[in-house]
């Protein structure tokens, strides 16, 4: 809540006595703020800037270090003043959140010093205001990824290895970045050498050269120098081979390594060698063999871990695949409709090659690409019609999407950095508006289950969290709403447990309804056995009188027995949160009560572990009517 | 057409700021209030001066201008019920401070009922009560008021509550709140009727000191 919505608080109290003549309870007495009434103006100096505010501002947010006792540690006896040595133009900021409850960024400051002081004051990033917020962000990981490219680079290369680690992870380390070592240098280039061999190797050995002696037809020089280019093979798939079994064993993770895009491409390239040596040599398997060798060509991919360029390559065209992929598909619509209608236009024509539609495929696609072979042509005057058209529609259909591609892959690539950053913001935004929404709720109903309506002056009350006096009061005008309409605020979870279980079986007397609940109740459980067993403790001390309506609560109705009832309670309260952690409950869920009888109560032993659906226990235990009590 | 101050009998200065061009888009004529000085306001409530300095800090904080409009109002209501909807009761409470009826609180409105709530006697935190609930100012308070009121404060309570709000509570709310306050069961609840009725039940009159120390 902003901390000027504070100010508006004692007007919302003085307006709850409009609910006073219709409050079906009495109200809850108020907290007594012990604090001094007289505001007090501070003098804060930083670094020699001397900013002055009230202590009231100051007391806002009691859970950083202006506000809380932690700046008695800076308080100067002699100036009578608190002196910070800080950067003042920052502290500007900083009180003016205590002011106005928003903490705003200043753009021209640095994000990490920003970061020091908020962290030096206490104050979590995370209020900043939505004006400032995204800038802030934005900045913030601006920077963290400089830093982590900086620790990057700086990690890619020369930092020398801990002195204890193994050989396999040099190893791996040497292959990741060659840089490091000078063997792992040589092995680099030696590699990268043998690619690029074994490449043009494949690529000569078709070439014809001049024929044997003694016949005339022109060999490929495969066949010529046979054997110099097996050796040269069995060279550069040794070598490959080597290299991957290396990678292997160094290899952190093995599985993660070989299911890895690089290790595939390896394999890839060395198998059709073994696979050739194993495979004997006859005829009808050659065929299939022949078709291996072309794997080989895959070996050109083993220069990707050589280059970062086609790295960058081939994801972005996994990136782009969606559009790649539309683009396949439009132009396979319209070649497969002008294949249709070339086919039908043609159909007449003599010893025409437009033999069947998937033949009408090839002409279409050559001639809406503009390549135009001319290997065939329509002869029909609709034929040909019809062939203008498609050339036409070709240099659109084709000639559009490629630079829409080319765009398309820029935009998209940084529309999505754009979009999910915002998006990213937005949800966080929302998240943030609805946790400080639930934050105060939460508070609230944290401050029922921790006993917040003890008596304040008992000093043994449970031990409440560091909280201003602006949440004691703001609890205490909720605990009187809930006063005036005989209604406890619950949250989500509860309130839909407990329609569950009204609905299940409201009359019997006896059920053993919770193990279905145990697993919504154990998450919430602890607090709830707490406030049972405060709640069950306590109005068994409390002696009722007449109707619902005059049952009172903790605090106005004293006796000596529940004060210490309530001090054992509170020793109790450690147990009651292990407690909780057994499945051994008993539950007992009251439903109406009736018009009590005068007698404490002593079939309900105060125990603590009470977690499940105890409520109203406020009202009268010892009723005549139906008690459900599932005991386990 | 944004806020129109009426004559009001207390006389604070108020300046007009009216844009010269007849933009009827951008309409905002800044009105800013000041209020009377601190002597006047002290005699006039029960603050004394520190208090009546500290009030208006924090309204002025909140309000520059010097006024509450009633969606500001609803709004900062709200913030202190996240649970249920408060902008229904905001707008009965909004109406019981604004006396001049000129759909803006200021501060000496703000000041005068505070000091009737936190510092009034017993009748003047009734009266203004009865105020509330008499959403016509006719000095009667007729069932259908009362029930707006009270489903107006059931739904501050939100949905999540214990033991689940049934759709029969609110009016099982407002007839048991008939049956004590309406003497001569002739359907309405005048103001007599209602401090008498008040005044004889002992929780509403020890709950009433309950406020007083809000300051």
Sequence with gaps: MAAGVATWLPFARAAAVGWLPLAKKIMPKPPVDKKSRNDEILYVNVSGLRFQTWKNTLDRYPDTLLGSSEKEFFYNEDTQEYFFDRDPEMFRHILNFYRTGKLHYPRQECVQAFDEELAFYGIVPDIIGDCCMEEYRDRKKENQERLAEDTEAEMGTDTPLPPNSTHRERLWRAFENPHTSTMALVFYYVTGFFIAVSVIANVVETVPCRPLKGSKKDLPCGEKYSLAFFCMDTACVL???????????????????????????????????????????????????????????????????????????????????????????????????????????????????????????????????????????????????????????????????????????????????????????????????????????????????????????????LCLKNKSSFEHQHHHLLHCLEKTTNHEFTDELTFSEMCMTESMGYRTSRSTSISSQQGMSTSCCPRRAKRRAIRLANSTVSVSRGSVQELDTLQVHKSSSGLQSRSSLNARTEDLKLNCEDRDFTAAIISIPTPPANTPDESLPPSPAFPGILRNSRTNFYTHETVKISSL | MGLVMGAFSMQGKQVDYHPDKVDDDLELSIVCHRPEGLEPLEAQTNFNKKELQVLYRGFKNECPSGVVNEETFKQIYSQFFPHGDASTYAHYLFNAFDTSDNGSIKFEDFVMALSILLRGTTTEKLQWTFNLYDINRDGYITKEEMTDIVKAIYDMMGRFTYPALKTDAPKQHVDAFFQKMDRNRDGVVTLDEFILACQEDENIMRSLQLFENVI
């Design chain 1, 239 to 461: 070598i490959f081979t080597f290299e991957y079994l290396m990678r292997l064993f160094a290899a952190p993770s093995r599985c993660k390594f070989m299911r890895s895009v690089m290790s595939v491409i390896d394999v890839v390239a060395i198998m059709p060698y073994y696979i050739g040596l194993v495979m004997p040599e006859n005829e009808d398997v050659s065929g299939a063999f022949v078709t291996l060798r072309v794997f080989r060509v895959f070996r050109i991919f083993k220069f990707s871990r050589h280059s970062q360029g086609l790295r960058i390559l081939g994801y972005t065209l996994k990136s782009c695949a969606s559009e790649l992929g539309f683009l396949l598909f439009s132009l396979t619509m319209a070649i497969i409709i002008f294949a249709t209608v070339m086919f039908y236009a043609e159909k007449g024509t003599k010893g025409t090659n437009f033999t069947s539609i998937p033949a009408s495929f090839w002409y279409t696609i050559v001639t809406m690409t503009t390549l135009g072979y001319g290997d065939m042509v329509p002869n029909t005057i609709a034929g040909k019609i019809f062939g203008s058209i498609c050339s036409l529609s070709g240099v659109l259909v084709i000639a559009l999407p490629v630079p829409v591609i080319v765009s398309n892959f820029s935009r998209i690539y940084h529309q999505n950095q754009r979009a999910d950053k915002m998006r990213a913001q937005q949800k966080v935004r929302l998240a943030r508006i609805r946790l400080a929404k639930k934050g105060t709720t939460n508070a609230f109903l944290q401050y029922k289950d921790e006993g917040g309506f003890h008596d304040r002056d008992s000093d043994n009350a």
